[in-house]
């Protein structure tokens, strides 16, 4: 279908600046990776998220993959993870051992809550893996942060869609010992389609991702009279607690890393008019009790995706009318995990989650980038309201 609003695959253009950026790191940047604009832009993030330890890499599944690494499982350890997210925040953690534990998600909220958790925790639970979906930091961060120290339990946040958001002055992403970030394409901010970054609050941790990251490479600790013996550099990854870990190559670029670097400056206003757009939509469609949206109109939320409840079983007559009369593309969002034929075979088909089960069946995500035109909004939202005018 020939869609006037696709879904895009893509979330904002590049300004002027931001293109030159690009331009000068394309020019200057020796090496093109692992170099100067890579420490700069670390640096810079740990300002903005208030965080000492911050390691650019290639995406956010990569740092995943490093924070299910770094809790070291051991047979039979568990991890809850909601049902309702996209297949990476989950994946990883398997991959390294963990067996899922799924948990539902907050009617209302749309996102896991301390009570959620409590009610998966056995004694085999070693982590906790929390997702700030569709943009919106999850309202008891603070209280699941506290009820993991407490009980000893790793706290991984995958802040993939929900970077800038915060509570009480503390930003997604600094609560858990892991905050994970995407600049995926789709995401509020991109570096050129990939990019993420991995924060963590422990030093132990620290020392080690830079060597886990770049294939163990290190430097040598012994004099050498010849910088060229014997060899140029060191693989020698430390162990943690008395174990042995695997390194990857999940380095960023340079040029990626310049320009995440510009776009820090831009993204809470990227942030603010994405709010602004999804409240006035929100707004606008109240007459109707056919969509039901969470409404946030603070900092809390920044609308990387604008979801709502389609009520009265018409999810599928809406999407119908809005892709086949207006050639809107709405989609479908995170199919619940345990439903996936890839988890089944696994044996991680079962699920107790009514809450995400009852939102996937019935809800629908509209087109929101933020490259998306004044004219193709509005157009967005007559076509919406006349669709709820049709289905009242
Ligand atoms: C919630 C969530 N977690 C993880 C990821 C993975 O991000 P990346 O594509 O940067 O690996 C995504 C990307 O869509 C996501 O939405």
Redesign the pocket.
Known sequence: MNFKIPFSGRAHKYTQEEKDVILEAVENAVPLTQGKYQNEFQEKFGEFIGSEYCFAVN???AA?EMSAQLCQFKDGDEFICPSH??T??AYPFIKKGAIPIWTDIDKETRVISLDTIKKCITPNTKAVVV?H?YGFIIPDIKEIANFCKENNLLLIE?V??AMGTQIDGEKAGTFGDFGVF?F?S?KNMTTLGEG?MLVVKDKKFANIIPMLRHNGHCGWEIERPNYWTPAMGNVDLPMLNDEYLMPNNYCLGEVECALGTKLLDRLDEINAQKRVRAIRFINELEFSNILSFHKVNTIEHNYHLLVAYVNNNKRDEFMQKMSEEKLIQCVVQYYPLNRYDFYKKLGFGKADCPNAEDLFDNMVSFPFHHMMSDDDFEYMLKSTKEVLEELK
Do not use: P, R
């Open positions: 995406n956010a599944t995943l997210t996209f990476a925040s997702v979906l995958d993939a869609q995407s995926h789709h993420g």
